[in-house]
């Protein structure tokens, strides 16, 4: 490959840009860090660096050395773009912060650099369509940590050709994720959306008091979750019923009826249940433990991707 093809650009590195860091390296690509605060992308090195050297003891990382040598900052928004293949924007969710950002790396990469988004909710027509190169800016919102839970939300805007949107999704498939096209625009995508509706639904039974905060993270990691970590909703009820998905549905959907009318997941979020799940996270989690244990659940989906890896080859995906 040209050198041209072998490099990306991270433009931001809070949480989600060392996320895409950590994946490109991995995938063999040099990649040069940007932030518009200096000092943050230097932070950002030995944070990309450690979440290497985690991986890289459960399997995921091959060659180690190798990936963290491919890691450097850039000195301006120029440097990061100059040659890049692909250029990920990870600043503030703030539409006119992003639109500002995108304007600027529109001017300053090269024709053929794609230019992609993490936003996590703002559709690309409300701050990329004003852009002269808008036709080579997308969405890719990734899953958080990006480089763990490798789904990314590819989303295109009215504007957007299906070639262009294929390309992209080829290059993300070729460094490790796996794209879901986003068919049509909608604030949220996909995956917050379901996220929105679960937590909804959670929150209401805590207010309700339905179940303690504790008690309803129990339900979902030891039953829906180990479900859907490797399955998905419809695969599931295709599965839990002799003839398949439309028998589920006919067994089933009545019930599920009844219950969607009585689930409150659009009211708002009330200050009461908020307490309560505060007060019952800090029990469990000190205010200084947060982020020694957002490193445990790092290590603890690192062991869970491969395993998952491991499954996929030797029993089938």
Known sequence: MSEHTKSVAIIGTGLIGRGWAVVFARA???????????????????HVGESLRDMSEVGLVPDLA??????????????????????????????????????????????DTILASSTS?????????DLPGRDRCIVAHPANPPHLMPVVELAPSPWHADAFVQR??????????????????????????????????AMSLVA???????GLDAVMKHS????????????????????GFLDYARRYGSTYATLSSDLTVAAPWSDAA????????????????????????????????KHQQDCDREIGA
Request: proline share 5%; aromatic share 6%.
């Open 28 to 46: 063999g690509y040099a990649v040069r860090l940007w932030d518009g605060a200096p000092a943050a992308a230097q932070e950002a090195l030995p």
């Open 66 to 111: 190798a990936a963290q040598a491919r890691l450097s900052v850039a000195s301006d928004l120029s440097q990061a773009l100059a040659g890049a293949a692909w250029a990920q924007e990870s600043v503030r969710e703030d539409a006119d912060v992003k639109r500002d950002v995108c304007r600027a790396m529109d001017a300053a990469a090269g024709p």
């Open 121 to 129: 909710a703002i559709p690309g027509s409300v701050f990329l369509a």
């Open 168 to 201: 992209c999704a080829a290059f993300l498939s070729g460094v490790g994720q796996v794209p879901v096209v986003v068919r049509h625009e909608a604030v949220g995508f996909v995956m917050n959306r379901l996220q929105a509706a679960v937590i909804g639904e």
């Open 208 to 214: 309700k008091g339905v179940v303690d905060p504790d």
């Open 224 to 243: 829906l979750g180990l479900r859907w970590s490797f399955l998905g909703p419809f695969e599931t009820m295709d599965l839990n019923a002799p003839a």
């Open 274 to 305: 908020m307490e309560r799940i505060e007060a019952a996270r800090r029990a469990a989690t000190p205010a200084g433990s947060v982020t020694a244990r957002q490193r445990w659940r790092d290590r603890r989906l690192m062991r869970l991707l």
